[in-house]
């Protein structure tokens, strides 16, 4: 799915990342362990909400920048305050005007025939159509931060803490969050009264190696965010207990063909990762292993997907104890033409990732499926099902200037809907901006009908 606005270019696998959401005044949220993720979202930013508020402020004439969740506020308008008090110390304020709210309220004093002074109506609608927060990031060491955030300071319910520390090799980062915000795969968000979690990840490379370590402890009922689902439909995942997960993953790419040349002298492109035309392939294969301790456990027993496959698995009902392992694989194709240099039509790439989530359940249908074929038995739809991987495909293509279209969506293939074999589903539609001066970074502007949200967002160094 759309995890991260890098899109199609995947180098992390499986592996569950933070998201980019507007359901909320954090704009942050973390997947549901086990499901993938809805298109829409992305990858959790590198740069935090208010600092890209404040960019967009500064740099980018955006006093207000909108945002639109249905399962949220509706219409929102942001703005952030940025006050550097030392070198290594920052205060941020963060305000949310619900636009929708704010209109409601209009209406009502105009339709509203008491005589009532405008400012004394304001006041007391003003807790319901703003919403304020508070963060302070100190830079303890060039490698090292601790961010405070606090949301919703009227009601006081939502906070986060964050302690990151790079390491040569290694990025560590310690995070509580109350409650913690989680989606899952239908695009449901919930909240947990506590979330705490360690995360031990190796850095990112073209090609090689790369490992991931996780521990989460959820305490209290998950709620669902709104109150609009039953208590029933609580994923057993963010009950509460212990997950550890360890992921270990080998990555290459291969360029089929890249061409350097031709390129216009002394003109920088709109963004330097997207200058050469290029054809290339990048494959990744792993392994992941988690331990569940507590009522989350309970997943081990419920999925169905687990049960058919061979992967290894033990679930100690009375302890409240699960053990999991099993293979991933993924296969990502990227096709560019053009430089990104010129006015118009000087860039469109297309992209299309194969996602295998479960190796052994892919080995036992492919097995199944030679057996089938070898002694001319008809294939059970079943297992067809079960070897198909998921697919998403990208298309992006210049505008005019720095301005490009993007469109992304899931592909699914389904034998038991003969009407339907092959359907697109989950779309998401978006606009680049590229920021050329940074060299490569663009503010995007995405949405997604199926799921009712729309955000801006700046990335850097992406592609």
Not at 90 to 112: C, D, G, M, P, Y
Not at 290 to 310: A, H, L, P, T, V
Request: charged share 20%; with cysteine; proline share 5%.
């Amino acid at each position: 799915m759309l995890r991260r606005m890098r899109w199609m270019a995947d180098g992390d696998g499986r592996w569950e990342l933070d998201v980019e959401t507007p359901a909320t005044m954090e704009g942050a949220a973390r997947p549901v362990p086990g499901d993938p993720l809805p298109l829409g979202l992305s990858r959790g930013p590198r740069v935090t909400r208010t600092k890209q508020l404040d960019f967009l402020h500064r740099f980018m004439a955006s006093p207000l920048v909108p945002s639109f969740s249905a399962s949220g506020a509706g219409l929102s308008v942001h703005h952030a305050h940025l006050v550097h008090l030392a070198h290594n110390l920052s205060f941020t304020i963060l305000e949310q005007l619900h636009v929708q709210k704010l209109v409601a309220v209009v209406k009502e004093k105009l339709s509203n025939r008491q005589e009532v002074s405008w400012s004394n109506d304001i006041k007391r609608h003003l807790h319901d159509v703003m919403s304020l927060g508070v963060g302070t990031e100190l830079l303890i060491t060039p490698d090292t931060t601790l961010l405070l955030e606090l949301y919703n300071l009227k009601k006081g319910d939502r906070g986060k803490a964050i302690f990151r520390h790079k390491l040569p090799h290694q990025n560590i980062t310690l995070e509580a969050s109350w409650p913690g915000l989680f989606i899952d795969k239908n695009g449901v968000y919930w909240d947990v009264p506590l979330s705490l979690s360690a995360d031990l990840a190796s850095v990112g490379s073209e090609s090689g190696l790369s490992y991931h370590v996780l521990l989460q402890q959820n305490s209290g009922e998950p709620k669902c965010f709104g109150g609009g689902e039953e208590t029933s439909d609580v994923p057993v995942a963010l009950l509460p207990g212990l997950c550890a997960k360890a992921a270990v993953s080998i990555k290459k790419s291969i360029d089929v063909w890249r061409k350097k040349e031709d390129k216009l002298k002394n003109v920088q492109p709109y963004d330097v990762f997207l200058s050469e035309p290029h054809v290339s392939f990048t494959g990744i294969i792993g392994a992941v292993a988690s331990g569940s301790f507590g009522d989350c456990s309970k997943r081990m027993s419920m999925q169905n997907e687990i049960q058919k496959s061979n992967a290894f698995k033990y679930f100690d009902e009375r302890n409240k104890f699960a053990a999991f392992a099993d293979l991933f694989a993924s296969v990502n194709f990227t096709a560019q033409h053009g430089n990104f240099q010129r006015l118009l039509l000087d860039l469109t790439r297309v992209s299309a990732r194969l996602d295998i989530s479960s190796g052994s359940l892919f080995l036992r249908g492919a097995s199944q499926l030679a057996q089938d074929f070898f002694f001319s038995r008809r294939p059970d739809l079943e297992t067809f099902c079960d070897v198909c991987p998921d697919v998403i495909v990208s298309l992006q293509q210049q505008i005019v200037g720095p301005f490009s279209f993007r469109v992304e969506s899931t592909v699914t293939i389904d034998p038991k809907k003969q009407d339907h074999f092959v359907r697109v589903d989950d779309s998401v539609f978006a606009i680049d901006w590229a920021l050329k001066v940074l060299g490569s970074a663009k503010a995007t502007a995405w949405y997604s009908p199926k799921h009712q949200e729309a955000m801006v967002e700046l990335r850097f160094f992406e592609t």
